[in-house]
């Protein structure tokens, strides 16, 4: 199999979701009118900046040890599940963020593709800290899922607003 479950894999891709979060709240940014939305995608974007460091530090961390398979997988399914999480997650996508940025026309769309990612980003981490073993970043893992939903919540509120104004 082409994809073999292990913290360090799963930790690279950890990372590549928060850079490319990064770089929708900054280019999203630009495409909004609202300074609300732009305040709270300024203060995302840093957030998915702190996130990408802690899994840049947690992975530097990791044993040899987490380059081999940690689970006993004889079919594969949490690989390819894992995979799938990943390869679907909105930021991870064939589609670049660029291009999903282009159907962006207002804030509420804007809002809504912030949500699917935080989302994604939330599924993608609890099947993550699931397969993590304790002592390679399990915990972490836990607390950076509860800042995802907290970023969600605060996307919501946000949109929330906007809607009652119309």
């Keep these: 199999m082409a994809f073999d ?15 490319n979060g990064r770089l ?6 630009e495409l909004v009118d609202d300074p609300d939305v732009k ?8 957030r998915e900046v702190e996130h990408r460091e802690k899994f840049k530090a947690l992975k530097s961390e990791l044993p040899e040890s987490a380059r081999e398979s940690t689970v006993w997988d004889p079919q594969g399914e949490i690989n390819q599940y894992l995979k799938m999480a990943a390869d ?7 589609t670049p963020v660029e291009e999903q940025l282009a159907q962006v026309g207002n804030a509420v769309d804007a ?3 912030a949500i699917q990612f935080e989302k994604d980003s939330i599924l993608f981490f609890l ?11 399990k915990e972490l893992i836990s607390q950076l899922t509860n800042e995802e939903k907290a970023h969600l919540r605060m996307l919501s509120k946000e949109l929330g607003r906007i809607m009652r104004k119309k």
């Design 5 to 19: 479950f292990n913290a360090n894999e799963v930790f690279q891709m950890a990372i590549e979701i928060e850079e």
């Design 24 to 29: 929708f709240y900054l280019k999203a940014r």
């Design 39 to 46: 305040d709270l995608f300024s203060d995302l974007e840093q």
């Design 88 to 94: 679907m997650h909105v930021f991870r996508a064939a």
């Design 111 to 113: 809002l809504k593709l």
């Design 127 to 137: 099947l993550m800290q699931d397969e993590t073993e304790e002592g390679k970043g």
